[in-house]
């Protein structure tokens, strides 16, 4: 090949350099494409451009040169022509008919430019590899073979020595200037060797194919590798799509083949993702097609790291090659690309999937595939409302359709049926995701979705009696209909007989065991926990659960190993994955996806918050040492819990991009032994308000200065005006003595197991962002929430949402050092603990609650029972904060009892009218807190043993004539008890929902 230089005049070097750009850039399409300037900078054609060229550079060397351009350019025509309309809705992994002419008139026309070629004596490398192209296209592989022999020594100089790196010294008479460099001549003259090099080789590779010899063709393309390098650390870089389009094409049809025939190879695949950076930016949606799109099928179904921009470029194909379905088609290589997205999703997670089926929804039109796979990615992100609507499409959909093949009585299924397996599948997620949400409508909607399960599925399954239970509980705690819970047992049962292997069945069962059945076992629920333990010993909350039974039994050894199993689980870092995945697959067909498709709708114990989990397993490792070593002892690993968190958080803000905040805990540094250790910030001196305070001038000490306006605890150092120091005159003057965790107190006003639902997490979370807990602990939650306290999540993103959610368990923590510092007596340090949990997460309720134990703690009654009825403000089902306002009213009524004797009032000039009156307002007190207690233990604390407990004090207070209801309440109070365990650490349904 000639060199330009500058003795060449400027009309010659001007015309040679314009056609040097036309022939890379490739655009051979037709005559009235301009693809060149002249001098004055108007456009020419290809014929005008020829005719300046024969002009202007004069000599058999620019002549020779222009005579290959043009033969390229009418053999690129001419294949471009003969291809047909169906290869761009296809892929394949086969050569085929790949660069063949067809048509008799274009393979005469070719075959006698091919002769014409051949007749000339020059026997230049770029005449040679032209002939070596004209041969190829005719179908004659052993004659291009031939031509690219006869320069082989030449070639293999071409491919390995004459093109240097861009460091090394120019050669002499060869392209040898890297193309970033400031002469235009010696840029385009390298571009175009970069072009002829890898048209040969991927001729010759497409020849040794035909002629049956896919090794020999498979080290034919590895040969270019040398000159792919180049490419992607010159070329990549311009970002110059139309000026090297040909160059692209042919390295496009190079990887193309090697991959294939390579069946994957992560070196290949990976090459074509790095060089897919030089036309995956421009509008190339329907350029080279039929090869990238096989290229991007075989790579999505691979386990690289470089999936995002294959989808872009895959999606920017199907773009513009694809068009909405007319009425009974669909557009199926949508509905494949959708799959394979999703099975990446699987692997990788993420919140780009929504994007994804958004825009295949623009492309089909009402695909139970994509609706299918659209339920499940809403309801990952959180949007309930959006799920549960797309689901009531999904179903109508596919009913419809399976009605109407019903009535035709045809073998073959409708094509908007899905299939009765992933139909069943579909519904059974979607009852689950419904059960979830724990509303009323939801649950009804829920319990027909399990009759059209029923209706597809005579046989039963694992799966369809799982979600028959899930359906039973949550009918059962949303209509209060307790009734239904035995039923929910027998289905786990069953559930576990028809899947031994299941682990969540046998999740399911611990958990039904321990709370639903008849006749709980804990010994049953042990069992249970222990087999998904072992069916899957790398999920941490099976770990948990199995903890959490044993220490309800008094197992304490083994209830600690399980947690220490549980906590480094979490500890182990992911090994990472063999990436050098060989698809398995014959010429003609395409490998399967890595994940298969009716595994895509995953249980929801898939979903796990590891932060959340890892967090919680911590928190019941303190609350078991405070069981078995007492509060002193447990309150020590505190610094560890928070240490740990905040590393946490550190290393996610630090690996995340575009992430939440960070959620930083107050921390400072200690050193030990030359060793820096993160300790949670010491407690100051702050004095908190009484919930609803009066300054001295008048003025609520509460402003809306908190997140939407909420009321927060503000610190203060003005004094108390007289009517706030009035409502703190019944204190003692000396802070509450440390609880002891004896089970001798269990059942003393101030016992542990009455702080259990207050110490770690109450019974229901409300928070309108926190709304979306569940999927971050339960496998397949139970319903918690009630329907009016339910808010609309879809404003929230995933990650949004998850950041709130793990900012709501570390406020748990800290309530769980108040609670802990209050049993010790550490008032204060109670106090600022409250205070942190509050600035980390204003409108958690738990706040309040431990803020009434606070204030109960220092014998402060009113300020206790304000705090509580704030809890119940923020959520009315909140069992704890019912539980303790009742306590509250009951104590205050039995002083108020004690206090109507004669001796009490020896001095009053009316002696009965104040015993009247003081028994009285007992009375109303008692009264108060049975009917509260009765609505309570009717629905949402059904099982709670406190509030039972309490009912009977209650029922006594009221009158003596209620002795039979308080001996019945007692009962019960004594059967939850027992069902719980009497070393119960932590309830399920603090963990678990």
């Known amino acids: 090949m000639a060199t330009s230089g500058s003795s060449i005049p400027e009309k010659s070097a001007h015309y040679f350099l314009q056609l040097q750009l036309a022939r890379t850039a490739g655009d051979f399409s037709a005559d009235i494409a301009f693809p060149a300037r002249d001098v004055h900078n108007n456009t020419l054609s290809w014929s005008e451009l020829f005719r300046k060229v024969d002009k202007h550079c004069i000599g058999e060397e620019w002549k020779d040169l222009r005579e290959v351009v043009s033969a390229v350019r009418k053999l690129a025509v001419a294949i471009e022509g003969s291809k047909d309309n169906e290869s761009l809705g296809t892929y394949k992994i086969d050569v085929g008919r790949s660069q063949l002419v067809r048509g008799d008139e274009r393979v005469g026309d070719i075959r006698s430019t091919y002769e014409g070629l051949k007749a000339k004596n020059d026997a230049s490398d770029v005449r040679t590899f032209a002939l070596a192209w004209y041969a190829c296209a005719l179908e004659d592989p052993a ?73 020999e063709a498979l080290q034919a393309y590895t040969s270019a590798i040398p000159v792919l390098t180049l490419v992607e650390n010159e070329v990549v870089v311009l970002a110059q799509f139309r000026e090297h389009q040909d160059l692209w094409r042919w390295t496009v049809i190079l990887l193309w083949r090697a991959t294939m025939l390579s069946q994957g190879d992560k070196d290949w695949l990976e090459r074509y993702e790095r060089c897919s950076a030089g036309w995956w ?188 239970a899930i359906s039973e509980v949550t009918l059962a705690t949303t209509l209060y209909e307790y009734t239904k819970l035995a039923t929910a047992h027998g289905l786990f049962l069953d559930a576990v007989d028809l899947d031994d292997s299941s682990w969540i069945a046998h999740w399911y069962l611990s958990v039904s065991y321990a709370r639903y059945a008849p006749d709980p076992c804990l010994d049953a629920a042990q069992v249970h926990a222990a087999k998904a333990v072992d069916l899957e010993p790398k999920d941490v909350r099976c770990w948990h659960l199995l903890a959490l039974v044993s220490a309800a039994k008094e197992d304490w050894p083994a209830a600690s190993v399980a947690l220490d199993m549980g906590q480094n689980l979490g500890e182990i870092e992911d090994q990472p994955e063999d990436l050098h995945f060989k698809p398995t697959f014959s010429f003609g067909t395409l490998p399967t996806a890595m994940t298969p498709v009716g595994s895509a709708l995953r249980d929801v114990d898939r979903t796990s918050n590891a932060f959340l989990d890892a967090l919680q397993i911590r928190m019941s490792q303190v609350a078991l040492a405070e069981r078995i070593h007492g509060t002193e002892s447990a309150v020590e690993l505190l610094p560890d819990v928070f240490s740990w968190a905040a590393k946490h958080k550190r290393k996610e803000q630090a690996s995340s991009e575009n992430g939440p905040p960070e959620i930083v805990l107050p921390t400072h540094q200690k050193e030990t032994d030359g060793q820096s250790v993160v300790l949670p910030m010491p407690p100051v001196d702050i004095t908190v308000l009484p919930s609803t305070p009066i300054d001295a001038e008048g003025k609520s000490s509460f402003s809306p200065q908190g997140p939407d306006g909420g009321r927060t605890l503000q610190p203060t150092a003005r004094k108390r005006a007289a009517s706030s120091s009035s409502m703190l005159s019944t204190q003692t003057g000396r802070s509450s003595r440390k609880m002891s965790v004896s089970r001798a107190l269990e059942w003393d006003a101030g016992s542990k197991e009455m702080d259990g639902y207050s110490s770690i997490h109450s019974r229901s979370k409300v928070d309108i962002d926190l709304a979306v807990e569940l999927p971050s602990t339960l496998p397949n939650a139970f319903p ?161 043993p406190e509030a039972w407990w309490l009912l009977a004090r209650a029922y006594r207070l009221q009158s003596v004539t209620r002795e039979k209801q308080a001996r019945g309440a007692l009962a019960k109070a004594l059967e939850l008890t027992q069902r719980r365990g009497c070393g119960a650490i932590r309830t399920l349904d603090h963990v678990f929902v």
């Open 143 to 215: 004659a291009a073979l031939a031509h690219i022999n006869k320069h082989a020594q030449s070639t293999t100089a071409w491919i390995v020595d004459t093109i240097p790196l861009p460091s090394s010294p120019p050669a002499s008479a060869q392209p040898s200037a890297p193309l970033n460099s400031d002469e235009p001549h010696l840029r385009a003259h390298r571009a175009w060797a970069f072009t002829e090099v890898l048209r040969t080789v991927a001729v010759k590779g497409i020849s040794f194919e035909r002629l049956g010899n896919p090794d």
């Open 281 to 468: 930016a421009a509008d190339a949606g329907n350029w080279m097609v039929r090869e990238r799109e096989a290229v991007c099928v075989v790579y999505l179904r691979s386990k690289l790291p470089g999936w995002r921009r294959i989808v872009s470029e895959y999606r920017a194909i199907l773009d513009v090659t694809t068009s909405f379905p007319r009425a009974g088609q669909r557009n199926t290589r949508v509905e494949e690309f959708v799959e394979m997205c999703v099975a990446v999703w699987e692997r990788v997670g993420g919140t780009w999937i929504s994007d994804i089926l958004w825009w295949a929804t623009r492309l089909t039109f009402n695909s139970y595939l994509v609706l299918r796979y659209l339920v499940r990615a809403l309801h990952d992100q959180q949007d309930y409302q959006l799920a549960r609507r797309t689901l009531e499409l999904y179903v109508a959909v596919v009913d419809k359709a399976w009605e109407v093949s019903q009535k035709e009585g045809v073998d073959e299924m409708h094509p908007d049926a899905d299939t009765d397996e992933k139909y069943v599948e579909t519904l059974a997620f979607g009852v689950r995701m419904l059960c979830r949400m724990g509303t009323k409508k939801d649950a009804q909607l829920a319990e027909k979705l399990v009759g059209q399960i029923l209706r597809r599925a005579p046989k039963p399954t694992s799966s369809i009696k799982l979600a028959q």
């Open 784 to 944: 918690v929430e009630t329907e009016k306290s339910r808010s609309s999540t879809s404003s929230l993103g995933a990650e949004r949402a998850r950041a709130r959610r793990e900012t709501r368990g570390l406020s748990e923590l800290w309530l769980m050092s108040a609670a802990m510092f209050r049993r010790l007596g550490k008032l204060q340090q109670c106090l600022s603990a409250i205070q942190e949990a509050e600035s980390m997460d204003a409108r958690n309720g738990d706040v309040w609650v431990q803020l009434g134990l606070y204030h109960h703690a220092r014998s402060a009654p009113i300020l206790a029972a304000d705090a509580f009825k704030k809890a119940l403000v923020i959520n009315s089902d909140d069992v704890a904060a019912t539980v303790w306002l009742s306590r509250v009213w009951i104590e205050d009524a039995e002083k108020r009892k004690d206090s109507a004797t004669p001796k009490a009032y020896s001095n009053a000039p009316d002696v009965d009218g104040l015993m009247e009156e003081r028994t009285s307002e007992a009375q109303d007190l008692a009264d108060l807190a049975v009917g509260q207690l009765e609505a309570l233990v009717h629905e949402r604390g059904w099982d709670s």
